[in-house]
Nanobody
Framework: QVQLVESGGGVVQPGGSLRLSCTSSGRNFNSWNMAWFRQAPGKERESVAAISGTGGRTSYTDSVQGRFFISRVNARNTVYLQMNNLRPEDTAIYYC??????????????WGQGTQVTVSS
């Protein structure tokens, strides 16, 4: 069973930055599409960013375009989410997700436990 473990959440002031990390226990990490989702209180979970196995393709939801950047280091089995210019509306639990093969827009079937990001002054 593949495990995804997130880290890097915390409390930050508006305009600040955080970097989330997610490490996978699976093999052939470069064949895994990876993504970050988030869920704010009272709202549905939404996709934030996704990246293909080789890193050659990425996608972002409109609200984070130009502020958040997804990347990966396959040699470390790790995917990152660099979050800049954070806003209070970015406050949510952030989840790492993985899928072996397919496309970055396909449903994800492996999930981390989540890490809390709070943006507040």
């Amino acid at each position: 069973q593949v495990q995804l473990v997130e880290s890097g959440g915390g409390v930050v002031q508006p305009g600040g930055s955080l970097r989330l990390s997610c490490t996978s226990s699976g093999r052939n990490f470069n064949s895994w599409n990876m993504a970050w989702f988030r869920q704010a209180p009272g709202k549905e979970r939404e996709s934030v960013a996704a990246i293909s196995g080789t890193g050659g393709r990425t996608s972002y939801t409109d609200s984070v375009q130009g502020r958040f950047f997804i990347s990966r280091v396959n040699a470390r089995n790790t995917v990152y989410l660099q979050m800049n210019n954070l806003r209070p509306e970015d406050t949510a639990i952030y989840y790492c997700a993985g899928r072996y093969g397919g496309n970055i827009d396909d449903p994800y079937n492996y999930w981390g436990q989540g890490t809390q990001v709070t943006v507040s002054s």
